[in-house]
């Protein structure tokens, strides 16, 4: 009931940004608020499939805003790719998973991977890959434990820079993986284009299932097609049991969703990893 409580609020108050026509004031604040500390990051666990371990974390962005509250990516990503703040955005959101990491690698067993969603525009600057690392090897988080999700939107232009980044920042361990795969136009031709380690499935397949329709079809595709490519698959809206069953019968690698946890602060984060998550 929480949990659909909570979705709801959510959906309503995306509803509402929508409504009013808020974006020229949203931009004067987003240029203050990476200043005065108002973004932050909440971390999504992620599971083996098998085992039930605890693998790695998304980290998914939020705006604390003085006046309006709390205001969620959906609203100010795209205006932060707008104005050209998504750089500045994004830098900040890798350097503070890098340093949770740290944190996180001193008080749990195993050594998670961390997730860091990726907007066209980064990695489209020439610079990027370099920037990664030096970030990562400044703040000493080993470069195998990042993981970048791409959306597809992210590759649709300069796509030649984009890959000299994406083949530097694999080549040096770090994970590459397709976000929201199956929703876009062109996910069949990514596969084969990009240096990818994993795809990501949307949550819009995963979270009907089990059902009798084409998702249960369309998802069992995905899943062979990625294990003949070899790469790895990640489950995104895992929210029941049966789904986490079909999900894991058809061999999906690792599973992100409410059915373990919402995305969670990281002083939550260690200590339900510290008491072990349950379904
Ligand atoms: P996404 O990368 O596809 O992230 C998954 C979204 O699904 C998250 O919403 C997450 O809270 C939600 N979710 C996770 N598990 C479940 C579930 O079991 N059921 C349901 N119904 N939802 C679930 P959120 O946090 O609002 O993020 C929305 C989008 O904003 C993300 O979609 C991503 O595209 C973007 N975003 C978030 N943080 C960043 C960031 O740091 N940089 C960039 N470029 N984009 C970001
Ligand atoms: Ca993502
Ligand atoms: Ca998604
Ligand atoms: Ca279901």
Same mark, same amino acid.
């Given at each position: 009931v929480q949990q659909i409580a909570r979705e709801r609020l959510v959906q309503e108050s995306q509803f509402e940004w929508r409504q009013q026509d808020t974006s020229l004031s949203l931009l004067d604040g987003m240029h203050l608020a990476l200043q005065r500390d108002e973004f932050y990051l909440e971390y999504q666990p992620q599971f083996d %499939?098998?085992?039930?371990?605890l693998v790695g974390a998304e980290a998914l962005m939020r705006w604390r805003h003085p006046t309006l509250g709390v205001i969620p990516p959906t609203v100010f990503i795209q205006e932060a790719e707008n104005a050209g703040l998504i750089q500045a955005l994004g830098q900040w959101a890798l350097r503070e998973t890098a340093k949770a990491w740290c944190q996180l690698q001193k008080l749990l067993e195993q050594p998670l991977r961390m997730a860091v969603n990726v907007s066209f525009p980064e990695v489209a600057d020439p610079s990027y890959a370099q920037q990664v690392i030096d970030l990562l090897d400044q703040v000493g988080m080993?470069?195998?434990?990042l993981e970048l999700e791409l959306t597809e939107t992210a590759m649709m232009r300069d796509a030649s820079v984009s890959l000299l980044n994406l083949r530097q920042l694999k080549a040096v361990g770090i994970h590459i993986v397709l976000d929201?795969?199956?929703?876009?136009? %062109?996910s069949l031709s990514h596969l084969s284009d990009l240096p990818l380690t994993g795809i990501k499935l949307d949550r819009a397949f995963?979270?009907?299932?089990?059902?009798?329709?084409?998702q249960t079809h369309i998802v069992t595709t995905m899943l062979e097609l990625a294990k003949k490519l070899r790469l790895e698959t990640t489950a995104e809206g895992v929210e029941d049991h049966a789904c986490l069953e079909v999900i894991r019968h058809l061999g999906c690698d690792r599973i992100q969703g409410y059915?373990?946890?919402?995305?969670?602060?990281l002083e939550e984060l260690i200590s339900q990893a510290r008491q072990g998550f349950k379904t």
């Open positions: %499939s098998r085992s039930g371990a080993p470069p195998q434990y929201d795969f199956g929703t876009g136009f %062109s995963v979270s009907p299932l089990p059902d009798h329709g084409p059915i373990y946890a919402q995305p969670l602060p």
